[in-house]
């Protein structure tokens, strides 16, 4: 009963709440298509995990498709070329680590910071949406879960050669997460999407992936406040 009052207070047909979700639909469905394309040339990179990772670039693919429909079921047009701008720091970075053959630079920036940003998003998202995105967006989230620990796995298994280029990479990247969920904040809201919830969700998700490739709570503590620092 709880969670039907909590829907009952948005309007998702007003103008308001359209606008915003024109802005965040675009999100999800470029942050989808973003994990394809970097899975797909990840697949490249590792040949020995090429099956792996097409699969899951493929399975990227469909929660596009899911949440396009979502857009679809409340006549909004997503803005991507706004969506397309959001990610392009990550997008550059990704592209530069790539070109440079820092595997362990392109696991972070994909398989957990965008993957946690999106759990994070996702969970929060939930108790909110409507019926229709409710239900998609239950079923992209359990696929994540899969999606963060095969970067976890390979990060883990390469942990004492990979840590510093790790610890580089998040200094360079976790600083982008803040300036996104900054630059989302009021559109958020109208959503009903907590801007402090989203930093709390996604800072465990990230955390607890850090502490699994095995990093210690001091260094995870330190790695942290570079997002805080942003």
């Given amino acids: 009963m709880q969670e039907l009052a909590v829907r009952s207070e948005f309007d998702y047909t007003s103008e308001t709440y359209k606008d915003a979700y024109s802005r965040i639909n675009a999100?999800?469905?470029?942050?989808?298509?973003e994990a394809h394309e970097n899975y797909t040339v990840m697949g490249e990179m590792l040949p020995e995990h090429q099956e792996q990772l097409a699969r899951l670039?493929?399975?990227?693919?469909?929660?596009?498709?899911?949440?396009?429909?979502?857009?679809?079921?409340?006549?909004?047009?997503p803005d991507m070329e706004f969506a397309r701008e959001y990610f392009s720091q990550l997008h550059g970075n990704f592209q530069k680590a790539k070109a440079e053959g820092k595997i362990p630079t392109c696991f972070l920036i994909q398989s957990l910071i965008i993957e946690a940003f999106a759990i994070a998003a996702y969970n929060i998202y939930i108790p909110v949406a409507d019926p229709f995105a409710r239900k998609i967006t239950e079923g992209v989230v359990k696929d994540e879960y899969t999606h963060l620990n095969f970067g976890e796995v390979w990060l883990k298994e390469h942990f004492g050669?990979?840590?510093?280029?790790?610890?580089e990479a998040n200094q360079e990247n976790l600083p982008i997460v803040w300036q996104m969920?900054?630059?989302?904040?009021?559109?958020?809201?109208?959503?009903?999407m907590e801007k402090a919830?989203?930093?709390?969700?996604?800072m465990i998700s990230y955390g607890e992936a850090l502490a699994n490739i095995g990093f210690t709570t001091?260094?995870?503590m330190r790695m942290s406040a570079y997002g805080l620092a942003a």
């Fill in 27 to 33: 999100i999800v469905i470029e942050g989808e298509q």
């Fill in 218 to 220: 001091g260094e995870l």
């Fill in 181 to 192: 969920l900054n630059q989302v904040e009021a559109d958020a809201d109208v959503l009903g």
């Fill in 57 to 77: 670039a493929k399975m990227e693919s469909r929660h596009k498709k899911g949440f396009q429909a979502c857009g679809r079921n409340l006549s909004v047009t």
């Fill in 197 to 202: 919830a989203l930093v709390e969700d996604f």
């Fill in 161 to 167: 050669e990979v840590k510093a280029e790790l610890e």
